[in-house]
């Protein structure tokens, strides 16, 4: 039997004003971080965020979160 490798996806993903906005890959070969700094002219909240993970979702894929690192006071 042969042993087949495969790359595994990586999805990207934020919230957003109460919605889940998921990002393609720009490249494969982008850290997390340089694929946040990509979206950030498009999405400036990205410019706050950290990037977290990846966890590996059901399908195998490579799940990152973009998370802001300011909140609300109250």
């Given at each position: 039997?042969?042993?087949?490798?495969?790359?595994?996806?990586?999805?990207?993903r934020f919230k957003y004003n109460g919605e889940t906005i998921e990002l393609n890959?720009?490249?494969?070969?982008f850290s997390a971080v340089e694929v946040m700094q990509h979206y950030a002219m498009q999405w400036p909240v990205l410019?706050?965020?950290?990037?977290?993970?990846?966890?590996?979702e059901k399908d195998g894929a490579l799940l990152y979160k973009f998370v802001p690192t300011i909140g609300t006071k109250g």
């Open positions: 039997m042969d042993l087949v490798i495969t790359e595994a996806q990586r999805m990207f890959d720009p490249n494969p070969e410019t706050i965020a950290k990037a977290m993970g990846p966890t590996i």
